[in-house]
């Protein structure tokens, strides 16, 4: 794994392993959350999606976390495969809005 | 197949000539949106709109107009395009279904405005 807790801009996985990209999100009212994956020359793509009343969700080698408390939130991948190399985004939202506020993106780069 | 169009993907323009990016959507979804995506800022949301003819400001929208005339398509209009506009775009459209909203992006239009 790689380190938790610090939003990095970059992030070198070596294959096999297991990656974990942070977020830290600003709105406290938001209670909804997505996992953006983008690859290069495409547009960003659903990965995963939580709501704030729970605090881990699993997909298919993916895995959420939401703390509340500290406003972030992590999105684990396991077995880190050289697909998986791309920008993530973490992306908030107030189900009563339309309004979707994206982070700055972490680039993940996979190591053969 | 579901997806977003987006129209055209490249464009390279002179500061103050007008220019449109289409979009359009094939999945009958209610809400579409406008993002672009700079270098370290990550996606910011230009204008949004919930339904037909029913359109709002997100957080950067100076500079840009929208229309939904029809369900299917979400124009960007630049009257006056000047050189920070220059970035790429992203179209983007989703439902809400059980409390859950799939955004489903386009494939994205980069522009250059000299």
């Known amino acids: 794994g790689e380190s938790v807790g610090l939003h990095l801009p970059t992030l070198s996985v070596q294959e096999g392993d297991n990656s974990i990209i942070n977020c830290a999100y600003s709105?406290?009212?938001?209670?909804?959350f997505i996992w953006y994956k983008q690859e290069s020359g495409k547009g960003p793509q659903f990965i995963i999606d939580?709501?704030?009343?729970?605090d881990k969700r699993q997909g298919q080698r993916v895995t959420v976390l939401l703390n509340k408390t500290v406003k972030h939130l992590s999105l684990q991948i396991a077995a880190t495969q050289p697909g998986d190399s791309a920008v993530y985004f973490c992306?908030?939202?107030?189900?009563?809005?339309?309004?979707?506020?994206f982070g700055a993106g972490t680039t993940v780069t996979v190591r053969a | 197949e579901a997806q977003v169009t987006q129209n055209p993907r490249y464009l390279i323009t002179v500061t103050g000539k007008k220019l449109t990016v289409t979009c359009s959507q094939n999945?009958?979804?209610?809400?579409m949106s406008w993002y672009r995506q700079d270098p370290g800022l990550g996606l910011r949301q230009i204008y949004y709109?919930?339904?037909?003819?029913?359109?709002d400001k997100g957080d950067v929208p100076e500079g840009y107009k929208v229309s939904r005339k029809e369900k299917r398509n979400f124009p960007l209009i630049l009257e006056s395009p000047s050189p920070n506009q220059t970035s790429l775009y992203f179209c983007?459209?989703?439902?809400?279904?059980?409390?859950?909203?799939?955004?489903?992006f386009g494939p994205g239009t980069r522009l250059l405005v000299l």
């Open positions: 983007a459209s989703s439902t809400r279904t059980s409390g859950r909203e799939t955004q489903y």
């Open positions: 992306a908030e939202k107030n189900s009563n809005d339309y309004k979707l506020s």
């Open positions: 999945m009958n979804h209610e809400y």
């Open positions: 939580i709501r704030s009343n729970m």
């Open positions: 709109s919930m339904n037909v003819e029913v359109t």
């Open positions: 709105n406290s009212a938001s209670d909804y």
